[in-house]
C-alpha cells in the first residue's frame, strides 16, 4: 500500500507562487503514475495535472495551463505541482494520486486509482 502526504499549501495573494510536494512511501515502482485533483467547496473533484511515471507525458487542465508546471523526482519518490500566477478560483483543497495505471487512465478515471493523499489547502486571496 502506497502513502501519499501532501505538503506546501498556503494562502498567497493572487499573481503569488506556491509549490506542492507529493511525497509516497510504501511499494512505489518507476512505473507509479501520479496526478494532483482540488476540489473547492460546493464542487465536484477536479482534475488538474497528472504525470507519466517517466516524466515525459503530462496532462494539465485547461484551466492551470500555462500557469502550473508538473513534475516528478522518482528518486524521491515525489511528484510537484509549481503554480504560478495564482487567482481566486484556484482555491480548493489539492489532493495527490497515484496508480500503477497510466496518467491518461488517473486522469479520465481518477476514482480507480489505487492511493490518494489527504490534501492541502491552496489559498489564492484577491
Known amino acids: 500500500q502506497v502513502q501519499l502526504v501532501e505538503s506546501g499549501g498556503g494562502l498567497v495573494q493572487a499573481g503569488g507562487s506556491l509549490r506542492l510536494s507529493c511525497a509516497a512511501s510504501g511499494r512505489t515502482l518507476s512505473s507509479y503514475a501520479m496526478g494532483w485533483f482540488r476540489q473547492a467547496p460546493g464542487k465536484e473533484r477536479e482534475f488538474v495535472a497528472t504525470?507519466?511515471?517517466?516524466?515525459?507525458?503530462?496532462f494539465y487542465a485547461d484551466s492551470v495551463k500555462g500557469r502550473f508546471t508538473i513534475n516528478r523526482d522518482n528518486a524521491k519518490n515525489t511528484v510537484y505541482l509549481q503554480m504560478n500566477s495564482l487567482k481566486p478560483e484556484d482555491t480548493a483543497v489539492y489532493y495527490c494520486?497515484?496508480?500503477?495505471?497510466?496518467?491518461?487512465?488517473?486522469?479520465?478515471?481518477?476514482?480507480?486509482?489505487?492511493?490518494w493523499g489527504r490534501g492541502t489547502q491552496v489559498t489564492g486571496s484577491s
Open positions: 504525470i507519466s511515471w517517466s516524466g515525459n507525458i503530462k
Open positions: 494520486a497515484g496508480t500503477h495505471r497510466t496518467a491518461s487512465d488517473l486522469r479520465i478515471a481518477p476514482e480507480k486509482s489505487n492511493d
